[in-house]
């Protein structure tokens, strides 16, 4: 097609360019430009509809509301030729002409060009006139170039209403990716992946799947907009379902309609909800797929590739989150375990204190009865008494030697054990506890430290309780080096493993009973989480140093040593 005339739409541009640069109001001018230079009595400016297949009038002049409403699809009258054909068509005379669609009986001749972008018809230029015989070559030659220099402006338009919702959507995501993160409650990351999927998409309804333990179904986890009946709709298997091809092929897919897709297996359930087109993603964390984050519409909707971008980074972001939830959920769990730890290991201890307070005075109980027994004349019945009662005190023994055993820490397993890889195990349970709590985490570790046998489970408690002692020390946030190097002890080569914080540090009195069992300065402390740091390190055979002021902090150092 040639260039058009550039003096046609001179006067538009004089007038107010950023009218031009708004897509309806670029519409109205340009059809409104086109109705003057062709003298015609009406026209339309109407695009095709991506999503329905239908030629939508997006901007009109003198039409009637009746006329308005009518939808073409290509192919369906004048005006759906000329977009399924992409070529200009001028009529004298519609009521000669059998492909004529009538929606106005005074209209006489109408003429029609394409509006193309890009090599594609994207929509058509339409005019009408009560005459017969109305319009001119050189009316057509005119229109085509306004047709031309439309899809220009168009083009522009469009790109500057891109532009102005992409900026709007990431400024949105920002807001979005604060909100799920901060959030630290599992159900409640849930909750808010929905919410705010169905604010930036606006979708009316989005649903978060996940996988279960063995991955073999997909579970709904939290949704946005659904109704009661959707919220309790079974599992989806991961084999055969839709959601689950897109956990397997770890691709998004989109659907236009879900009612015409064989894999879709939810129909009535689609039915009630009024489900039409769907946009489904994975949610992947350090490449392993966890779940499916999808959005449904209740009209037929062609997603776009921008969209699906914007899901798929929502779909990352998501799995972070999600991921994020569940490490704090385990974290939870760790400190309530080693709560649970520390109250049986102070029962245990308790136990042992009081089965040895009693076996001492029950020895001397079973000496003397014995020695009793021997140097008195008994009957039948009196013997039979002093063997039961002798029988019950060794029976009393052997529940005291269960008790001490039952009291006795375990025997470390040990196996070879890498500094690093330990530090940053703890450090990743404990780091979300930290960080709300402002306390800055400094990691030094020397590179390269050679492995020490030790017991990993049984060092990793005593880590995670002087990391916890460190966080008590500094309720108002703080700073804590967690370090690891290769250091000579007492001559012989040892890891050193050293937790330090700048918190309220210790008086030497406070220094002094540090280790003692049921003594404690804190308010809710039980006093036998560093029993039990210094009964792991004995058990190691290892050692432990201890520097602190108050005011000024604390440091802990673990040596290991190297065979």
């Known amino acids: 097609m040639k260039r058009p005339n550039p003096t046609l739409f001179s006067e538009l541009r004089r007038r107010d360019l950023r009218t031009l640069l708004h897509p309806q109001k670029a519409l109205d001018r340009i059809l409104a430009a086109a109705v003057r230079s062709t003298r015609a009595d009406s026209g339309s400016f109407i695009l095709l509809n991506p999503n329905t297949g239908f030629l939508d009038i997006e901007a009109s002049h003198n039409l009637s509301e009746r006329a308005k409403k009518v939808k073409l699809r290509p192919g369906e009258g004048l005006t759906g030729w000329v977009a399924s054909t992409g070529k200009p068509l001028r ?15 005074k209209v006489r001749s109408e003429m029609a060009v394409p509006v193309e972008m890009r090599g594609q018809v994207v929509g058509l230029l339409n005019v009408d006139s009560t005459k017969t015989n109305a319009f001119s070559a050189t009316d057509e030659e005119r229109l085509v170039d306004m047709a031309f220099e439309a899809a220009q402006w168009l083009e522009l338009a469009w790109e500057m209403d891109q532009l102005r919702l992409k900026d709007r959507q990431l400024t949105s995501m920002v807001d979005i990716a604060q909100k799920i993160i901060s959030e630290t409650s599992f159900e409640e990351i849930l909750e808010q992946i929905t919410r705010q999927t ?58 236009v309609d879900v009612g015409t897709e064989k894999n879709y297996s939810q129909g009535e359930i689609a039915r009630k909800e009024h489900i039409v087109s769907m946009l489904a993603v994975p949610l992947i964390f350090a490449g392993k797929p966890i779940g499916v984050l999808a959005i449904y519409t209740q009209q037929r909707h062609r997603f776009s590739n921008d969209e699906i971008k914007l899901l798929t980074t929502l779909g990352d972001l998501s799995a972070v989150a999600i991921e994020k939830g569940r490490l704090l959920g385990r974290v939870v769990d760790m400190e309530e375990k080693l709560r649970a730890s520390e109250r049986l290991s102070a029962l245990g201890l308790l136990a042992a204190e009081i089965a ?9 109980m079973q000496m003397l009865f014995h020695a009793l027994v ?52 703890v450090f990743l349970l404990t780091r979300h506890k930290l960080y709300q709590q ?29 990391i916890l002692n460190a966080a008590d020390a500094m309720p108002k946030g703080g700073i804590l080096r967690l370090g690891a190097a290769r250091e000579d002890y007492e001559g012989a080569p040892h890891i050193a493993l050293s937790v330090r914080d700048n918190g309220q540090g210790m008086s030497p009195e406070q220094i002094d009973n540090l280790f003692a069992p049921f003594l404690t300065y804190k308010e809710s402390g039980t006093g036998i989480g560093l029993a039990i740091v210094k009964k792991i390190m004995e058990n190691h ?8 002021k108050l005011g000024q902090g604390t440091r802990f150092k673990l040596f290991f040593p190297l065979a």
């Not at 307070?357 to 029950?362: D, G, H, S, T, Y």
């Open 356 to 364: 040895h307070e009693i076996r001492n005075p029950l020895t001397v």
């Open 541 to 548: 055979q290892s050692k432990m140093q201890v520097d602190s």
């Open 91 to 105: 009529t004298g005379d519609v009521r000669k002409e059998k492909r004529y669609v009538s929606i106005n009986a």
């Open 198 to 255: 169905f604010r930036l998409m606006k979708s009316p309804l989005c649903s978060v799947f996940l996988l279960n333990d063995d991955g073999s179904e997909l579970m709904l986890r939290a949704c946005h907009g659904g109704s009661a009946s959707y919220r309790l709709k079974p599992n989806l298997p991961t084999e055969d379902s839709l959601l689950g091809s897109v956990v397997k092929r770890r691709k998004a897919i989109a659907v």
């Open 438 to 466: 402002g306390i800055e985490i400094r990691n030094s570790v020397t590179g390269d430290l050679p492995p020490f046998r030790a017991d990993r489970a049984q060092v990793e408690q005593v880590l995670l309780n002087l």
């Open 374 to 425: 021997e140097t008195l004349q008994m009957d039948a019945t009196s013997q039979r008494d002093a063997e039961l009662i002798s029988e019950k005190m060794r029976q009393m023994n052997r529940i005291l030697d269960q008790v001490l055993s039952f009291a006795r820490s375990s025997e470390p397993i040990k196996e070879l054990v890498r500094a690093e890889q330990l530090i940053d195990d």
